[in-house]
């Protein structure tokens, strides 16, 4: 019974910024909004808050589909803490498997992503995920998340150790994200958000990349 329902398909998180909805946050969820990690501790006033609009609408709007999440992640978040502190990565980036899949190991997106981690089939067999009829890595949590500590390094490094600009390009493809600082000379993630108008609208980053480090900074707290 418990496998049924955390693998139950999820509400879907839809991507777009969220509306303040007036309704106040708690004294423990302020705690939460408030406090501040090793991937959030240089943000400013604009950029807190919409890192909480997005806050926000998890732990109200979203709030089921949030404790879904958090109840499937207990089967692995130990596990996938201990693999990124081992490799010197910031404990946090566990939380991109919230925004990717739910700790679903089973998701599949539109695009062909799968996995806990998401790993398009390219980049999973890069990072030594192996697919074929009979079997599909990327749906091993185990496997898929030494790959996913492998890729954050990677893109860690080749972002000057940037991790905003590591864990967009998780997203889009570190070869969108580096076009798109080459074409505004953006110093940080918020800001090529903010000129992300000078860009041919092929050359653009999609809403869902713009919104993807401040769902992640949410789901951190």
């Not at 390094?153 to 070869?175: C, P, R, S």
């Amino acid at each position: 019974d418990v496998y049924v329902e955390i693998d139950a398909p999820d509400e879907t998180i839809l991507n777009y910024v969220p509306i303040d909805d007036g309704r106040p946050l708690t004294k423990a969820e302020l705690a939460a909004l408030h406090s501040t990690g090793e991937l959030d501790a240089n943000l400013s006033v604009e950029e807190k808050q919409i890192v909480e609009l997005f806050f926000k609408s998890y732990v109200h709007n979203y709030r089921k589909t949030v404790e879904r999440f958090l109840k499937r992640s207990e089967l692995y978040m130990p596990f996938v803490e201990q693999v990124f502190r081992e490799r010197g990565l910031p404990v946090e980036l566990s939380c991109l498997a919230y925004v990717e899949s739910g700790f679903n190991p089973n998701a599949v997106s539109r695009a062909g992503a799968g996995g806990m981690w998401q790993f398009m089939p390219y980049t999973g067999r890069k990072y030594g995920l192996s697919q074929d009829r009979w079997i599909d890595e990327r749906r091993d949590p185990y496997k898929a998340t030494h790959a996913a500590a492998d890729y954050l390094t990677k893109l860690y490094e080749y972002f000057n150790k940037d991790w905003h600009m590591a864990i967009a390009a998780y997203n889009a493809g570190e070869g969108k994200i580096g076009r798109a600082l080459a074409g505004t000379d953006a110093k940080t993630f918020f800001e090529l958000c903010r000129k992300n108008g000078m860009l041919n609208s092929k050359a653009q980053l999609k809403e869902e990349t713009q919104q993807y480090l401040p769902r992640f900074l949410a789901f951190t707290k």
